[in-house]
């Protein structure tokens, strides 16, 4: 038989995720039943599993809860009809020039312009290409 592990820090994250929620429940169920042995025990376990969350190094487990939440709010926001869809305001100034305020929900990124050409070009890079 063999198996494969992938070791991800995301993965990690929903890992000791499960385990604390498990361990929270058990320790309720623990203390309602006034056992004291039991809670004893399942403290410690919480200690431990939380010594283990620490000893995580920072910026990577940040950037896995960073972009586990990136993801849940994608799939959200991909769930709302046109709720990425670009926003382009056309403003024409006193002397009659045009420009182009564009702005691509999903990423966040705004572009402000006098150049058509420069809108386009944008659109096509950030929007069509994404």
């Known amino acids: 038989m063999t198996f494969t592990t992938i070791n991800t820090p ?3 994250l929903k ?18 039943k006034h056992d ?3 809670t004893a025990l399942l403290e ?3 200690q431990q599993l939380m010594a283990d969350c620490q000893s995580t ?14 993801r849940q709010w994608e799939n ?3 769930t709302m009809p046109n709720f990425y869809q670009l926003q382009i305001q056309e403003e024409i100034a006193e002397g ?6 564009v702005h691509y929900p999903k990423t966040g990124q705004t572009l402000q312009t ?9 659109i096509k890079e950030m929007y069509w290409n994404a």
């Open 114 to 122: 006098e150049s058509e050409t420069e809108m386009q070009t944008w």
């Open 15 to 32: 890992h000791l995720a499960s385990m604390s929620a498990s361990l929270a429940h058990r320790l309720e169920i623990a203390r309602a």
């Open 57 to 70: 190094s920072r910026p990577s487990w940040a950037e896995s809860v960073n972009n586990w939440l990136q």
């Open 96 to 101: 009659g020039r045009k420009s182009w305020k």
């Open 36 to 38: 004291e042995n039991l």
């Open 10 to 12: 995301e993965l990690r």
């Open 76 to 78: 959200l926001a991909d």
């Open 44 to 46: 410690r376990e919480y």
